[in-house]
């Protein structure tokens, strides 16, 4: 079975600087996908980011890009420039073309003005 | 485009009561799906849906809940009758189609069970 692990629980930044959020996955497929939701208080589900994994060239979106490892299974989201509207949860998530979507524990990230 | 729409967005019920959820997806997404989230984790899949057939719902607790999505469209999600460990936020998400594609979601149900 497919496994999706955030080993960090919270993480903090200040306002206009750089975070890392680390995300590590276990998978046996070779064609699948991984993603980046936030989840502010209002609880909805955003997409932040997209990744094909037989793509090589890392996903950015805007103030978002990620670090894809595919050999190490590793998948973390850099914020760059973060801003208070940021704050929020954050999970990463993964499915392949034949499993369904399976989500992280989260991280929840605070931004510090 | 309007995105996909649940309601009600807030239920407070007793316990052994019975509580129903609504969840319109995005126009033309022929995939739905029912997740439970549950404070502090991540959510998990209820029951997926292509048009109107059921494609998984091996997490459903299928002695409470039940699930329908008549005409390929809109869904509705039954707890009947609920338990404490219900209380949970409920997200319909919907997709276009094959697995891989990418899932929008609802703002939510949050249920409370007292």
């Known amino acids: 079975a497919q496994t999706v692990t955030q080993s960090q629980p919270e993480m903090s930044v200040q306002e206009a600087e750089t975070v890392t959020l680390s995300c590590t996955y276990d998978?046996?497929?070779?064609?699948?996908?991984l993603f980046w939701y936030k989840q502010p208080p209002s609880r909805q589900m955003i997409l932040v980011i997209r990744q094909e994994a037989y793509k090589q060239q890392n996903a950015t979106e805007n103030r978002f890009s990620v670090n894809f490892q595919k050999a190490a299974k590793s998948f973390s989201l850099k914020i760059s420039d973060s801003q208070l509207g940021d704050a929020a949860m954050y999970f990463c998530?993964?499915?392949?073309?034949?499993?369904?979507?399976?989500f992280g524990k989260g991280i929840t990230l605070s931004v510090r003005p | 485009e309007a995105g996909v729409a649940q309601s009600p967005r807030y239920k407070i019920i007793e316990k052994r009561q019975s509580v129903a959820f609504w969840c319109n997806p995005i126009?033309?997404?022929?995939?739905l799906y029912w997740y439970q989230q549950i404070l502090g984790q991540g959510p998990k899949l209820l029951i997926q849906?292509?048009?109107?057939?059921?494609?998984?719902d091996s997490q459903l607790p299928k002695d409470r809940f039940s699930a329908e999505r008549l005409k390929g469209v809109d869904s509705t999600l039954k707890i009947q009758p609920a338990k404490l460990e219900d209380s949970a936020v409920y997200l319909c998400?919907?997709?276009?189609?094959?697995?891989?594609?990418?899932?929008?979601f609802g703002p939510g149900t949050r249920l409370t069970v007292l």
């Open positions: 998978t046996s497929e070779s064609d699948y996908y």
């Open positions: 849906f292509q048009n109107n057939g059921v494609v998984d």
């Open positions: 126009s033309g997404h022929a995939t």
């Open positions: 998400a919907s997709s276009l189609g094959f697995p891989t594609d990418t899932q929008y």
């Open positions: 998530a993964y499915t392949g073309a034949n499993s369904k979507l399976t």
